[in-house]
């Protein structure tokens, strides 16, 4: 298995504008999570979802933000509009059972200029 | 979920054993003890995790007192691709399946 796929890897971008982070998770799956890491605040939980369905979105920072799983094999996050404090690399996460491991992907270091 | 206290940093010689520690006083009885590390510009990745007894896997052991109030994680011979961030974190499950990433312990393998 290729593991958690994310793209891109990198992305720099202008304020105002959209950005939209993908992620394929592991097949087999029934956990995807979307984190965001930054030098402040450390690594957060921000969605995550089981048979896609979201369960927890507490930490989504404010409406600006969406995530969304149409199908078990395919996830996006999207920020619109973007600003300069949403720099920060996001993970996505999978995992197969509840107290399971989770397994994360490479990331995605956002830029917002 | 308890929340957990580990050193800032720590250093440790190539091919000696690591020790980190981690305090979970709060600990409840069904909460479980992860430890997770992060080498630098990667995701995390799962070392290991424990409810009550001594757990050992190929990449290290995790040591929980028997009060279960603290732990040790222990990577038997360390070498310089350790080096990373490790995070010990409790976990409740069940319906909340929230990791709470604290700050972790910065461990540096030197040769």
């Known amino acids: 298995d290729a593991g958690v796929i994310q793209s891109p890897r990198h992305e720099v971008t202008e304020m105002g504008q959209e950005v939209t982070l993908r992620c394929k998770p592991i097949s087999g799956h029934d956990y995807l999570f979307w984190y965001r890491q930054t030098m402040m605040r450390g690594l957060e939980l921000l969605i995550y979802?089981?048979?896609?369905?979201?369960?927890?979105d507490s930490g989504m920072p404010e409406d600006r933000f969406s995530a969304k799983m149409p199908n078990a094999s395919f996830s996006t996050l999207k920020i619109q509009p973007s600003e300069p404090r949403d720099s920060a690399v996001y993970f996505c996460a999978s995992s197969g059972l509840v107290s399971n491991e989770q397994f994360f992907g490479p990331g995605t270091r956002l830029t917002v200029l | 979920d308890a929340k957990t206290t580990q050193p800032t940093s720590m250093d440790c010689a190539e091919g000696r054993a690591a020790n980190l520690p981690c305090n979970h006083s709060t600990i409840s009885g069904n909460e479980y003890v992860y430890w997770y590390r992060q080498i630098h510009s990667q995701g995390p990745q799962y070392i290991i995790h424990g409810l009550k007894n001594n757990e050992t896997n190929e990449m290290a052991s995790l040591i929980i007192t028997e009060d279960r109030k603290s732990s040790t994680l222990i990577l038997p011979h360390a070498t310089l691709r350790d080096t990373a961030v490790y995070y010990c974190?409790?976990?409740?499950?069940?319906?909340?399946?929230?990791?709470?990433f604290g700050k972790g312990t910065l461990l540096t393998v030197n040769p």
């Open positions: 979802f089981n048979n896609n369905v979201p369960i927890d």
């Open positions: 974190i409790v976990f409740r499950g069940g319906s909340n399946y929230k990791l709470t």
